[in-house]
């Protein structure tokens, strides 16, 4: 016996992933609440729907939230609900609309059919359609949405509140062949500004002109994934060049977007020289400066190094002090007055303690300093299938200070290692080796970062496909002759349409030859009644007509079979040959 879905049952069962996936939307966005209202009032609507018109108004409702949610979330977890949601969707569509004559089983299965009938014209809007920035970035509220990371203003006790934080920040997977980074340093955010305790990051417009990044000629090293943002800046290597339109180098080291990531962003970076423009940029008046009042005990010891001659020894001074006093690295060393107090009573704290008071201790020895925030190290992952893949966490915040030097331009210290390299500090090798590998996690970490990997690849290939992906992707494919783009579009469009036509011939086959023995039966002068099935129908025919009546019964028959038994294709071909000869015997009686 078929077991047929209740009605309404598939219509509900749409609900869960809609609702799974609104739970997870940027409640700053102006798009979520529109989904949210959108899903209730389906919701609604269908706890009232009576009629085929409200059952088909709830279908659409539905669909259309699949569309928006799939507009703001794109993960491939995300994707997946979304497809079940449009599945049931459209299952829930067919069931009414076929007044339950398939099992669950073939409901999905027409679903699919008709979501593969449209895959080939998606593709082709996907691949040739221009690529446009989303339109759904609006933002409102105080807050502009939960999102976690590092602070364009630098106080030392951000990052300590970053370093217990395990949600992911970004992922990296590099090109075939290329290595990934055992210790990096990803540069975020530069801060030039101090007040006495805070570095400020001072926001940097478009260019009207990108820093040379020698696009042209070199091939794409770097796959990045970054979750969403406050700010605009971007993690990077700090050598690298990025390949879309909409990104940029900063004369201070900072790659920065034209809006800040609010969702999910893909991006690639392709080799460049090892000496970037913003290296050797000459420091600013502001990379020099104090604040006016305070720090007295830091002003006096740089000012005693004012006296060597030029900045590097200066600095190599700095450190030796550093090295010789007894520092150490401590995530909660309680509140601290200012860097005075750090510097030459508490002596304990983290990387933003460390960073703030080289900065300033060697802009007080007029060294042109400045502290960059961002993220070191990483996890390595090595999921089962596809490429390894490079995780940061916000545990892997970082600081260190960008120092000018006269004979090499802007140069990367972190005073962290020195601590770190002293006998008092408890966590130097962790220090020391950033790097975690994902075989020391717990088993169902080891299955997220797996998933994460897969992941991964479904973001670069759905996401990481931009305008200038897809400029590369037309110039391989027609070179020179993208004339034949329109045509292209046309004929493929031409061929997606002809393949729906043919699947919705197909699907209404069955249907088909009952409307034309409808037709039959009225000549016969039997016509429906409301509610009356096609096998009643036949016998009341028999009964005006009784010299048809083993005709009539054998055409019920066949018709009860090709429309709720499970055929085979020759079996159903062959009824229906069957049924075409009783038609045709019945017609030859009038």
């Known amino acids: 016996m078929i077991r047929r879905p209740s009605k309404g049952v598939l219509a509900w069962c749409a609900f869960p992933p809609l609702l799974l996936q609104c739970f997870a939307l940027n409640s700053a966005a102006a798009l979520t609440w529109s989904t949210w209202a959108l899903v209730i009032c389906a919701m609604f609507k269908l706890r009232e729907s009576r009629r085929p018109f409200d059952w088909r108004l709830v279908a659409l409702l539905q669909l259309l939230s699949a569309g928006l949610l799939a507009a703001q979330l794109q993960s491939l977890l995300a994707s997946t609900l979304q497809l079940i949601a449009v599945c049931t969707a459209l299952a829930a569509l067919l069931s009414h609309e076929l007044q339950g004559m398939l099992s669950f089983r073939g409901l999905l299965q027409r679903s699919l059919q008709l979501l593969a009938a449209a895959l080939p014209l998606a593709l082709v809007l996907f691949l040739l359609v221009p690529r446009l920035p989303p339109l759904w970035t609006t933002q409102f509220g105080p807050a502009h949405g939960a999102v976690t990371g590092l602070s364009p203003d630098l106080d030392p006790l951000s990052i300590a509140t970053l370093a217990s934080d395990e949600a992911s920040a970004a992922r990296l997977t590099v090109a075939q062949g290329v290595v990934l980074p055992v210790d990096a340093y990803w540069r975020v955010l530069v801060h030039e500004t101090f007040d006495?305790?805070?570095?400020?990051?001072?926001?940097?417009?478009?260019?009207?002109?990108?820093?040379?990044?020698?696009?042209?000629?070199?091939?794409i090293s770097q796959w990045w994934v970054v979750e969403p943002s406050a700010t605009r800046a971007l993690p990077w290597d700090g050598r690298s060049a990025p390949v879309a339109a909409d990104q940029w180098i900063t004369p201070e080291g900072e790659l920065l977007m034209d809006v800040a990531p609010r969702q999910r962003r893909a991006y690639r970076l392709q080799a460049a020289g090892n000496a970037q423009e913003w290296q050797r940029r000459p420091p600013l008046a502001s990379e020099r400066q104090l604040p006016r009042d305070g720090l007295p005990r830091l002003r006096q010891l740089g000012e005693s190094f004012r006296s060597l001659p030029s900045d590097r020894e200066r600095l190599a001074a700095v450190e030796q002090w550093f090295r010789t006093q007894p520092f150490q690295y401590s995530l909660q060393p309680g509140s601290v007055l200012d860097l005075d107090e750090f510097l030459f009573d508490r002596q304990l704290g983290f990387c933003g303690h460390y960073a703030s008071a080289l900065a300033a201790l060697l802009r007080s020895a007029d060294v042109p300093a400045r502290v960059v925030s961002g993220y070191r190290g990483g996890q390595l992952v090595n999921p089962l299938g596809g490429a390894d893949y490079l995780e940061l966490r916000q545990s892997d915040a970082h600081a260190w200070v960008d120092v000018w030097l006269n004979d090499s331009g802007w140069q990367r210290v972190d005073p962290t290692l020195w601590i770190a390299s002293t006998a008092q500090n408890p966590l130097s090798q962790q220090l020391q080796s950033p790097?975690?590998?994902?075989?020391?996690?717990?088993?169902?970490?080891?299955?997220?970062?797996?998933?994460?990997?897969?992941?991964?690849?479904?973001?670069?290939?759905?996401?990481?496909?931009?305008?200038?992906?897809?400029?590369?992707?037309?110039?391989?494919?027609?070179?020179?002759?993208?004339?034949?783009?329109?045509l292209t579009v046309l004929l493929t469009s031409m061929a997606a349409s002809g393949l729906g036509w043919v699947m919705l011939r197909q699907?209404?086959?069955?249907?088909?030859?009952?409307?034309?023995?409808?037709?039959?039966?009225?000549?016969?002068?039997?016509?429906?009644?409301?509610?009356?099935?096609?096998?009643?129908?036949?016998?009341?025919?028999?009964?005006?007509?009784?010299?048809?009546?083993?005709?009539?019964?054998?055409?019920?028959?066949?018709q009860q079979l090709i429309a709720y038994a499970q055929l085979s294709g020759s079996r159903r071909r062959d009824l229906l040959r069957q049924w075409r000869i009783i038609r045709r015997r019945l017609r030859s009686c009038l």
Do not use: Y
Not at 208 to 218: D, F, I, M, P, Y
């Open 196 to 219: 006495g305790r805070r570095w400020q990051h001072r926001d940097s417009p478009a260019p009207k002109k990108s820093l040379s990044n020698g696009r042209s000629t070199a091939t």
């Open 435 to 486: 790097l975690r590998s994902a075989s020391e996690l717990p088993w169902w970490k080891w299955i997220q970062r797996q998933w994460w990997g897969l992941d991964l690849v479904w973001t670069r290939w759905w996401l990481g496909f931009d305008q200038s992906s897809q400029q590369m992707w037309l110039q391989r494919l027609f070179g020179h002759q993208q004339r034949w783009l329109g």
């Open 507 to 558: 699907s209404v086959a069955g249907r088909h030859p009952l409307d034309q023995s409808l037709r039959l039966l009225a000549r016969f002068g039997v016509v429906p009644l409301p509610g009356e099935s096609f096998a009643a129908l036949c016998k009341r025919a028999s009964h005006l007509h009784p010299d048809q009546a083993d005709l009539l019964a054998a055409m019920a028959d066949r």
